[in-house]
């Protein structure tokens, strides 16, 4: 019995939805050839652009999330960083003299700035001595696919991004797939 009123429950809800879906599709008759054209106003994606200009902190918090691989640059031929969803980050970097370097810690996200700051911590943020350990930058997506961070070696936030991008301070990264 308790089923039965459920559907009924959920009928009667949905009868105001679909009369008003079924009075708009009424009001906007289309002919043959407007029917095509509708239809790609409808489906158009937005440009990669519109998105990310419209993003919001969640978003790049959302964004960064999984496995990224490094462009070269300076510091590093070789590369990847995993940021998962809990703060947490693995990078690896294979320098240009061979060696290959680990680090683990926090990554923190303070999206309340233009442009975005990120703290890369080895180990914990926000710790006795982290300052010490932390790398402190800026990030920006450049697309769903493409981010850029960028960080100093002075301990503080850059203020911009660089037009060097092999520059060793900056790390351009490739959504890996």
């Known amino acids: 019995m308790n089923h039965f009123k459920f559907q009924l429950f959920f009928i009667l809800l949905m009868i105001p939805a679909l009369t008003v879906h079924t009075k708009e599709v009424k009001e906007h008759p289309m002919n043959g050839n407007d029917a095509d054209k509708q239809h790609t ?70 999206s309340n700035v233009t442009p975005v700051k990120i703290d890369i911590c080895l180990d914990k943020c926000n710790t006795t001595g982290s300052e010490w350990t932390t790398l402190f930058g800026i990030i920006r997506a450049l697309s769903n696919e493409k981010l850029e961070i960028h960080t100093s070696a002075d301990g503080k936030y850059p203020s911009s991004f660089s037009d060097d991008k092999s520059d060793e301070y900056t790390m351009m990264l490739s959504r890996s797939k």
């Open 41 to 110: 106003e409808l489906v158009k994606p937005m440009s990669p652009d519109s998105v990310l200009k419209e993003s919001t902190s969640k978003d790049l918090t959302q964004l960064i999330v999984g496995k990224w691989e490094l462009l070269p640059n300076k510091r590093s031929s070789e590369g990847f960083i995993i940021f998962e969803l809990n703060g947490n980050y693995e990078m690896y970097e294979k320098l240009h003299d061979g060696t290959g370097v680990t680090t683990k810690g926090e990554y923190i996200l303070n």
